[in-house]
């Protein structure tokens, strides 16, 4: 039995403990041996390309032309791995401090019809630099999260995929981001921006560097702003929202499209929530946490893995009709039914056969 990617994707998806060499070994009754699986995560990196040419077949099944590309980032903790340029040190903004595992930057792709990741990127901290503060070395990546985002864009336009809209949240949301959406992918944007942020109510003022802060403004049904750096307008919208201990937030929204009413903007931007979607099933569902590898090589290339192994449950899940989580129950429940049978096929000594015994109260 020869060790694929396939097989590998398979074990990631019906796997719920720990997905290791000599697991997969055990699984297909060492056809493959430990050193194979090994051996296939050692061989050689695998790329954006790579990605591409598995994800291209289902993204072009729910592709549209309203669709958007969702860009966020996430950290998978791994805090008793050894640390090195790929398990570091990443500040979780949820948590507001440090915590040790992979950074990633992910590129889905949303239709009404369904979601596909795209690409990815995984921060690499690869240099070392002496810390003033702390007077400690520490590691840091050469390439910035703002690099790997549009990076990640151009790529889905050289893959000529079919989105009108990119959706972020307020980290990416900056002038030099806004203006390589609009002016030089030339697609729109809607994205959150700070409530400090500073515009402009008309070009003039905007010519004279009259620039006020967008809490102070009250906002209306049609608000354009223009704001520094940018040579188009942006239209404007605020949404107060009810957080879980019932006190109010506001959301200031932008987006490039300003044809878009309030009522649009809001409905669009909401679909960015599929990347946390996207995030939480990748993590819960195809074993993107549950691998014990060592070298940056085998972490890279299982995180790949997971992010195809995704690809092939979202497909699954289109065609019978129901979710990720349900899609992996069902195959547990599977398999605890093979379980059970299993274990009638042991001889089972008569004093521990409890079949005729009523439980009762004492």
């Not at 992910?106 to 995984?122: C, I, Q, W």
């Not at 990640?152 to 959406?181: G, H, P, Q």
């Not at 995030?279 to 790949?304: E, G, I, W």
Request: overall charge positive.
């Amino acid at each position: 039995m020869n060790m694929t990617l396939d097989v590998y994707i398979d074990y990631l998806i019906c796997s719920t403990s720990y997905t290791t060499a000599t697991g997969l070994s055990r699984l297909t009754n060492n056809a493959i041996s430990h050193d194979k699986v090994t051996r296939f995560l050692s061989r050689r990196d695998f790329t954006e390309s790579d990605l591409w040419s598995i994800a291209k077949p289902f993204c072009r099944s729910i592709e549209d032309k309203d669709g958007a590309i969702l860009i966020d980032d996430s950290i998978e903790e791994k805090p008793y791995t050894d640390e090195n340029e790929l398990i570091s040190w990443h500040f979780d903004h949820t948590k507001s401090k440090s915590v040790k595992g992979i950074n990633f930057i992910n590129a889905l792709y949303e239709t009404k019809k369904g979601t596909s990741p795209v690409g990815y990127k995984l921060v690499r901290k690869t240099k070392e630099i002496f810390d003033k503060k702390t007077g400690k070395k520490r590691r840091q990546s050469p390439v910035t999260k703002h690099e790997h985002y549009r990076d990640l864009l151009r790529n889905s336009v050289k893959n000529c995929i079919k989105f009108k809209y990119v959706l972020n949240d307020v980290w990416f949301a900056s002038t030099e981001n806004m203006r390589f959406v609009k002016r030089e992918i030339k697609k729109d944007f809607v994205m959150p921006i700070k409530s400090n942020r500073k515009v402009a109510l008309s070009e003039k003022e905007q010519a004279a560097k009259h620039f006020v802060g967008i809490d102070s403004l009250k906002l209306g049904e049609n608000t354009l702003v223009w704001q520094k750096g940018l040579d188009f307008p942006l239209r404007l919208v605020c949404q107060v929202f009810k957080n879980g201990d019932s006190s109010t937030g506001v959301l200031y929204l932008v987006s490039s499209d300003i044809e878009l009413t309030n009522e649009q903007i809001t409905t669009i931007y909401k679909r960015r929530w599929k990347v946390e979607v996207y995030h939480k099933s990748l993590k819960s569902n195809v074993s993107l946490a549950k691998s014990p590898t060592k070298t940056p090589r085998t972490q890279a290339n299982h995180f790949f893995a997971s992010v195809c192994a995704y690809i092939r449950l979202e497909s699954i899940s289109q065609a019978v009709y129901t979710n990720h989580f349900a899609v992996k129950q069902k195959i547990y429940i599977e398999a605890l039914k093979k379980a059970m049978l299993e274990i009638k096929k042991f001889c089972i000594p008569e004093f521990l056969q409890s079949e005729n015994l009523e439980f009762g109260c004492a």
